[in-house]
């Protein structure tokens, strides 16, 4: 975020491209779904978590 008065040799420069915009929407959108409906993602990983867990509490020595 910028404060204060836009400088010239900005002024020229575009918002933002097609190419950009296309890019960064599914990301906003994967961002969002996470975000408010986290579960998948957390059952995805859960079996390593439990491993990983598992072996940092020395179960595997």
Known sequence: ?????????YAAF???S???LVSLVPLQIMTV???????PLIDFM???IESLSYF???GLS
């Open 33 to 39: 779904f996470i975000g408010v409906y986290p579960w």
């Open 18 to 20: 097609a190419r950009e």
């Open 1 to 9: 975020m910028f404060l204060g008065k836009p400088q010239e040799q």
């Open 56 to 58: 940092l509490r020395g």
């Open 46 to 48: 859960d079996t390593t």
């Open 14 to 16: 575009p918002d933002m």
